[in-house]
């Protein structure tokens, strides 16, 4: 896949999930074969203003390129600079969210609010592609409800006014992540428009992933809940699609070896006091289920230092072979 000059080794992306999608999860991903990845959303104006978090959002390190970033708010001059700003991060792409549901930020005018905005939307794509020294591209869902469906017009401008790829989650903001995914929307908007589009939603396995292809004719897809606790689907999908292979499970202990390198990554960018809160989160989805699971999360709860983390680690895998 290629995003005007970028070229992406493989279509399979990691989707940009607050909270998660950090430099430490995206260079595990990365390393996991995602071919491309994107940055947790930062707030145009916070950035803009010196917020000292949105800096430690935006940085990307070397081995994760090629790396979008991600931008969010409703003012296309504040988002423009925001943009230009971004250049000192060497960001390969600057992707703007135009999809988030949740509601602090769709009722505060961005995210999945602009599509009931489509001037307002165009305004801000065209503001970001002047100031932008890459290549933008425009994260959108399948319209605010299902009386608002409006994802192809959405794309079809965007594109007019300088986006060279779209990705489109084929739900409602209305939906949240609930029901199903709308394949044929997504492939609606894929013969909308000249440039590349990219799929999300329910992408778990070799299964979906090649549904998704199939029903949208989509030029990549991009995995975001299917890849917590489970950063080697990028691995499966990847010995699927170029060599037809079905990888066997991964084993516990290879979960758990996994975890610790996720969480000693965190701990060396964030701090261990973060980066164990942010554990409790992680550990829930490399432990899901297992035999005794729950217990296991309990423990974990409570855990300060990685080194309990690391004990419990071994543990589970004696505990699981």
Not at 41 to 60: I, N, P, Q, W
Not at 245 to 265: A, T
Request: aromatic share 6%.
């Amino acid at each position: 896949m290629k995003i005007r000059n970028v070229n992406i080794e493989n279509s399979i992306c990691l989707a940009p999930m607050a909270g998660i999608a950090d430099r430490a999860f995206r260079e595990l991903c990365v390393n996991y074969g995602a071919g491309y990845v994107v940055s947790e959303m930062v707030s145009a104006k916070g950035f803009t203003m010196g917020d000292k978090k949105s800096r430690l959002l935006l940085t990307l390190g070397e081995e994760e390129h090629p790396a979008g970033i991600q931008l969010f708010g409703d003012d296309p001059s504040v988002m423009a600079l925001a943009a230009e700003r971004c250049r000192e991060f060497k960001p390969d792409i600057i992707d703007i969210n135009m999809g988030c549901p949740a509601p602090k930020i769709a009722m505060n005018g961005g995210g999945a609010s602009l599509m009931r905005k489509p001037d307002l939307a165009g305004e801000i794509v065209k503001a970001v592609a002047a100031a932008s020294n890459v290549p933008v591209t425009v994260k959108i869902r399948k319209g605010w409800d299902d009386d608002s469906v409006n994802a192809v017009e959405i794309a079809q401008i965007a594109e007019k006014n300088g986006a060279s790829a779209i990705t489109v989650h084929g739900r409602t903001r209305v939906q949240m992540y609930s029901g199903t995914v709308d394949y044929d929307i997504i492939r609606q908007v894929k013969r909308a428009v000249d440039i590349p589009v990219i799929a999300n939603g329910d992408i778990t396995d070799e299964q979906s992933a090649a549904i998704m292809f199939e029903k949208t004719n989509c030029d990549g897809i991009m995995i975001g809940r299917g890849a917590l606790g489970n950063p080697w689907i990028f691995r499966r999908l990847n010995a699927y699609f170029t060599e037809c292979r079905v990888l066997p499970e991964v084993s516990v202990n290879e979960k758990m070896v996994v975890m610790l390198r996720h969480i000693q990554k965190i701990i060396e960018y964030k701090g261990e006091y973060t980066a164990m809160r942010e554990a409790r989160h992680h550990a829930a989805y490399y432990t899901k289920g297992l035999r005794g699971g729950a217990a296991y999360r309990k423990e974990i709860s409570a855990f300060e230092h990685f080194e309990q983390l690391e004990e419990l680690a071994y543990k589970i895998a004696k505990e699981n072979e």
